[in-house]
Nanobody
Framework: VQLQASGGGLVQAGGSRRLSCVAS????????MAWFRQAPGKEREVVAA????????YYADSVKGRFTISRDNAKNTVYLQMNSLKSEDTAIYFC????????????????WGQGTLVTVSS
């Protein structure tokens, strides 16, 4: 499966941005999906994840209450709505697909998108 992330850009602190991840090549309706990010000089971290049906989600503490992950399996797309953005949210954001049991942190992600840069100006 190929994953194409988009929606990044420059946004002011306190603003909002929505990222999209469109899958092609096969359906993602039966796999868990997640958004990761990697800031300059930092390790990649999982930001949010969503189960295959959308019935379960995970959020990193740093984004709880501000970010919302969702999916539209009919469109083979996963979204990340980011509100109240902070300068520390500046990073390259990647979407990824995880087959198998739900484990957003330790699970193995088989497919990765190319990343989209989000820059938050203060």
């Amino acid at each position: 499966v190929q994953l194409q992330a988009s929606g990044g850009g420059l946004v002011q602190a306190g603003g909002s941005r929505r990222l999209s991840c469109v899958a092609s090549g096969r359906t993602i309706g039966n796999v868990n999906m997640a958004w990761f990010r990697q800031a300059p000089g930092k390790e990649r971290e999982v930001v949010a994840a969503i189960g295959w049906s959308g019935g379960i989600t995970y959020y990193a503490d740093s984004v709880k209450g501000r970010f919302t992950i969702s999916r539209d399996n009919a469109k083979n797309t996963v979204y990340l709505q980011m509100n109240s953005l902070k300068s520390e949210d500046t990073a390259i954001y990647f979407c990824a697909a995880q087959g198998g049991s739900w484990d957003p942190i330790r699970g193995r992600y088989q497919y990765w998108g190319q990343g989209t840069l989000v820059t938050v100006s203060s």
